[in-house]
């Protein structure tokens, strides 16, 4: 057992021109277990490594007994090359359990796995006593199996000692108190407006009234003239003061920033295309090149407005079956297949390979739509939360995940295909994120499929259909 806590000192993150933060203190005492969440790019993993290298270390910003003995679990797993992701993480995981470590560091557990390998993870973390530090954004993983949050934004670490949740619901009402605040502050500028505008008028007349009188005394003059200075003076320093509590607050309202939503803007009404049968799949079978078939006797209907989820343990062939009817080369296929023309489909994954890197994102919106003027093109990017010159001219492989991941649902609205075909669209993306794809596949008029262990985000945007493919080997 850990005798002492770990305690944080000062702790500073940052890269290049970059700060993640700056003067992190906390205590970690032993049972703790710490949700770490953020947007992509926060410096969520690189604390989890930092932390890493000071428990290692003599590290005087992070402080330990000597009796810690932790295990971490990396999210991109270069062992057990033969074994699907979630057979990797399972025997990752047994492997450091098997190690006895009293503290366990866990970087995204739950990318890649499907919902059997997802229930068994959260059994396993539940059951387990030690101390647990978490980068995720699984909300069911955080909710499940962590009691503190260790929020990473604007430059700065917040604790928050409760459910995840209700850390999201403080934030929510604490904005709408603000908001409040703000709202009874103007009002009150305004009124102190209108007793200065008066004051000033005032001031004025009795300047004009009483200018000789006053102009022909000797010391009454001073006093006179200060005494006309101070009733102007006086609503002006409680305007002042106003105005200050208002930037106090406006300062506050900026730390929360609240996630903003986006616009989704689209080319086409679906109800203009009318329905149709997009995809027909009978006796299908697909493939790789002299190896036994992955999928046998494949049925499957898509027709125009269907949404349906793709799903199936780790290795049943989910990407098989995407990679088929795109005609990719490397898959062969036999049997009935009916698709949509290529440029009728569009495909987002999680490594965003719709996007050329070279591209910025104003030029990748203007190859879809080179009718568009500039102005169209702008105001399209802005829809999707592209607003700045910077934003709009910087090279796509220079974009953060969440900005990729952005840049790739614009893409969508401009284009607008028939039919999306989402490869684990919610991994790796931050909440924040998730939200604005949340936000624009509800919205969007054509047909999908979805390759998804997320039943949450499934749920959410709107599936009408599963197909579920069974490992055969």
């Not at 490869?423 to 790796?428: A, H, K």
């Not at 054509?446 to 197909?467: C, Q, R």
């Amino acid at each position: 057992m850990i005798h002492m806590p770990i305690h944080i000192q000062g702790l500073a993150l940052s890269f290049h021109d970059k700060v993640c933060f700056d003067d992190f203190r906390c205590s970690i005492h032993y049972g703790d277990r710490i949700a770490i969440v953020g947007r992509n790019g926060s410096g969520k993993s690189s604390l989890l490594q930092r932390l890493i290298q000071g428990l290692a270390t003599a590290d005087p910003e992070i402080r330990h007994a000597a009796d810690i003995h932790f295990a971490h679990v990396p999210q991109v797993i270069t062992d057990f090359e033969a074994q699907s992701g979630g057979e990797r993480l399972n025997a990752c995981l047994t492997q450091a359990l098997a190690a006895g470590p009293n503290m366990l560091l866990l970087d995204e557990p739950s990318n890649h796995l499907d919902q059997r390998n997802r229930r068994a993870l959260m059994r396993c973390l539940r059951k387990w006593q030690g101390t647990l530090l978490l980068v995720s954004h699984d909300l069911e993983l955080i909710g499940q199996c962590t009691d503190t949050v260790w929020h990473i934004e604007d430059e700065k670490v917040r604790v928050f000692r409760g459910d995840y949740l209700d850390y999201l619901q403080e934030r929510r009402s604490r904005h709408e108190a603000i908001e409040h605040a703000l709202k009874l502050v103007d009002r009150e500028r305004e009124v102190a407006h209108e007793a200065l505008m008066r004051e000033q008028q005032r001031a004025a007349k009795s300047k004009r009234r009483g200018e000789k009188s006053i102009d022909q005394r000797k010391w009454p003059t001073v006093v006179s003239k200060s005494k006309t200075a101070r009733a102007v003076e006086t609503p002006g320093r409680k305007q002042a003061a106003i105005q200050a509590r208002r930037n106090t607050l406006a300062e506050e309202r900026r730390a929360l920033r609240l996630p903003e939503s986006i616009k989704p803007t689209f080319s086409f009404d679906a109800a203009a295309r009318g329905e149709s049968t997009l995809v027909a799949i009978r006796h299908g079978r697909a493939g790789y090149p002299e190896q036994a078939p992955v999928l046998h006797d494949i049925a499957l209907t898509v027709e125009s407005r269907d949404r349906l989820a793709l799903k199936g343990d780790n290795g049943s062939g989910k990407t098989t079956l995407v990679r088929a009817m795109l005609s990719d080369p490397q898959v062969w296929r036999a049997g009935d297949w009916m698709l949509p023309r290529p440029e009728d489909i569009a495909v987002l994954d999680q490594h965003y390979a719709m996007l050329a890197p070279h591209r910025t994102a104003l030029e990748t919106i203007a190859s879809l739509r080179p009718a568009w003027s500039e102005v169209q093109l702008r105001r399209h990017l802005a829809d999707y939360l592209f607003r700045t010159n910077a934003e709009v001219h910087t090279p796509v492989a220079s974009l953060s995940g969440g900005e990729k991941a952005r840049l790739c649902m614009a893409r969508i609205g401009a284009l607008t295909p028939r039919l999306i075909i989402l490869d684990e669209p919610s991994n790796n993306l931050d909440l924040e994120t998730r939200n604005h794809l949340v936000q624009v596949l509800q919205a969007f008029p054509g047909a999908m499929i979805v390759i998804s262990h997320d039943e949450a985000f499934l749920e959410k945007i709107g599936t009408t259909g599963t197909l579920k493919l069974i490992k055969t080997s």
